[in-house]
């Protein structure tokens, strides 16, 4: 994690130039707006010798893979040539491989290798204890009131992915 001298939540809040209201129930972008500036806190606390786009890569192939490059690219928002750099970077660190595609031999499936889920497992347990950290600094009311949205925020993180890797 940084070393900093600022708190997470000064971070956090001078990533963006609106200041976030506080959320009501049932206002929406609130919610999402203090998801999304939680997700960036976790993803830039943690300190990688690896692109984003490489790690998002390696969660894509755990959970949807094996995938073709041309799949990988569109599913990562990236140029096939690029996401065939990213590939080739992964497999000659051992994290991907390519395979043959059963049902067209001429075609290469990308599929994460035990190295590259060891990676992922890694960061993120570095990264459940970097929020651990960070939830036991906030007040008894506050831990109560993240341990009581827990339900939902599990079935948004299992809705949320279905959409995205259903799409073919």
């Known amino acids: 994690m940084r070393k900093s001298n600022i708190t997470s939540s000064a971070y956090i809040a001078a990533r963006y ?3 976030m ?24 606390s943690m300190q990688s010798e690896m692109s984003s786009t490489s790690i998002t890569t390696l969660d894509t192939l755990e959970y949807a893979g ?4 041309t799949d990988l690219a569109r599913r990562e928002g990236v140029s096939q040539p690029g996401m065939t750099t990213v590939v080739n970077r992964l497999e ?13 031999g001429r075609v290469a499936l990308v599929r994460v290798t035990s190295a590259g889920r060891q990676v ?17 600094k906030l007040p008894d009311g506050h ?16 809705t949320a992915p279905e959409q995205e890797w259903n799409t073919p």
């Not at 972008?29 to 960036?40: E, F, H, K, N």
């Not at 000659?92 to 067209?104: F, S, V």
């Not at 831990?143 to 299992?158: P, R, T």
């Open 17 to 19: 130039s609106c200041e």
């Open 143 to 158: 831990q109560a009131a993240l341990g009581n949205a827990l339900d939902a925020l599990l079935a948004l993180a299992q």
């Open 120 to 136: 992922l497992r890694e960061r993120r347990t570095a990264r459940s204890m970097a929020l651990r950290t960070v939830i036991a």
């Open 92 to 104: 000659n660190e051992g994290l991907a491989q390519r395979i043959a595609d059963p049902t067209d």
């Open 21 to 44: 209201k506080r959320a009501s129930r049932l206002d929406q972008g609130a919610i999402a707006d203090g998801l999304d500036r939680l997700v960036l806190w976790a993803r830039r």
């Open 66 to 69: 094996p995938l073709r490059i």
